[in-house]
């Protein structure tokens, strides 16, 4: 019984920063993949980034140089610091595990319920 739970979520103008961060609870396998993926109303959902068990980080190329993921292994918790957003990065946000180190959303196999990310022009 895992479970995610998202917050930091918010709203912002263009060149802010926010802050998500993804609590888990339960039993969670060690060798799982940790994600961040987003969607907003009429487009596809899509990975942003990922970690692995050794810190190994993965990004899109869009928010390369403005997202940075992490890991507190101690605290089994997830977050994505959003340096410099734009109205682009704007949708709902979700943190997911999964057994592969993808952001292909189809092999993800635990979600937390979103968080809403705002960004005005």
């Known amino acids: 019984q895992v479970q995610l739970l998202e917050s930091g979520g918010g709203s912002v103008q263009a060149g802010g920063s926010l802050r998500l961060s993804c609590a888990a609870s339960?039993?969670?396998?060690?060798?799982?993949?940790w994600a961040w993926f987003r969607q907003d109303p009429g487009k596809e959902r899509e990975g942003v980034a990922g970690i692995d068990t050794d810190g190994i980080t993965s990004y899109i190329d869009s928010v390369k140089g403005r997202f940075t993921i992490s890991k507190d292994n101690a605290k089994n918790t997830l977050y994505l610091q959003m340096d410099n957003l734009g109205p682009e990065d704007s949708a709902m946000y979700f943190c997911a595990l999964g057994p592969l180190a993808t952001l292909i959303s189809q092999f993800y196999v635990y979600w937390g319920q979103g968080t809403q990310v705002t960004v005005s022009s």
């Open positions: 339960g039993h969670i396998d060690s060798h799982f993949y």
